[in-house]
């Protein structure tokens, strides 16, 4: 059974940092395309990182490029989001998701995003 299974987050000040993590069972990790994504209450979700398989190619939205890190452990079959400088306008539901079709990752929430993460609250406030 494909499994994503999610730690890290939690309730942060503006300015600090969190790292999320995203550990796969049942499937290798480096093999796929992972995204990262957030939900905030009241709106969409939305694509924050992703990193593609094979070439490590990563893409961020821009309201994060600069304070966003996705990497990825192959030993640890994890992926990792590090968060610095956190703004109250990051606080949302954090979500990984494997791609199980396309090596190159997007930031949409396309369907062959089909294993998902179970979601991991962060919370940015003073």
């Known amino acids: 059974q494909l499994q994503l299974v999610q730690s890290g987050g939690g309730l942060v000040q503006p300015g600090g940092s969190l790292r999320l993590s995203c550990a796969a069972s049942g499937f290798t990790l480096k093999n796929y395309a992972i995204g990262w994504f957030r939900q905030a209450p009241g709106k969409e979700r939305e694509g924050v990182s992703c990193?593609?398989?094979?070439?490590?190619?990563?893409y961020y939205v821009d309201s994060v490029n600069g304070r966003f890190t996705i990497s990825r452990d192959n030993a640890a079959n994890t992926v990792y989001l590090q968060m610095n400088n956190l703004k109250p306008e990051d606080t949302a539901v954090y979500f990984c998701?494997?791609?199980?079709?396309?090596?190159?990752?997007?930031?949409?929430?396309?369907?062959?995003?089909?294993?998902w993460g179970q979601g991991t609250q962060v919370t940015v406030s003073a």
């Open positions: 990193i593609s398989s094979s070439v490590d190619s990563t």
């Open positions: 998701a494997a791609d199980s079709v396309f090596h190159v990752c997007g930031l949409h929430a396309r369907p062959t995003y089909d294993t």
